[in-house]
Nanobody
């Protein structure tokens, strides 16, 4: 049984920092591509890939977060992290962790639904 426990979201001032974390179980975390997503404004409940850490060690960062966000993983704890620094109002969104690295996908995860967290809200007031 795959389980995902996510945490870390809250409201933080512009320029502040936040760390999101997700703990996974029920599959080979160390061998999996992992990603952080955020919900895109609009009615379609779509998510864009913010950052990914693939099993081969390659990382991806969406252009607007490059240099401010850092993804990391602790394979021994099956935990994925997203360190978010210098937060901006435009970072406000619901963030999802997932055993997924597709660039653009429904926030339910689609066919990988079981491997997605429930999401956590990050708010950066303007």
């Amino acid at each position: 049984l795959v389980q995902v426990v996510d945490s870390g979201g809250c409201s933080v001032q512009s320029g502040g920092s936040l760390r999101l974390s997700c703990t996974f179980s029920g599959f080979a975390f160390a061998d999996s591509d992992m990603g952080w997503y955020r919900q895109v404004p609009g009615p379609a409940n779509e998510c864009e890939l913010v950052s990914s850490d693939r099993a081969d060690g390659t990382e991806f960062y969406e252009k607007s977060v490059k240099g401010r966000f850092n993804i990391s993983r602790d394979n021994a704890k099956s935990t994925l992290y997203l360190q978010m620094d210098n937060l901006k109002p435009e970072d406000t969104a619901r963030y999802y962790c997932a055993a997924d690295s597709r660039p653009y996908v429904l926030c339910t995860g689609g066919i990988l639904k079981a491997y997605w967290g429930q999401g956590t809200q990050v708010t950066v007031p303007s």
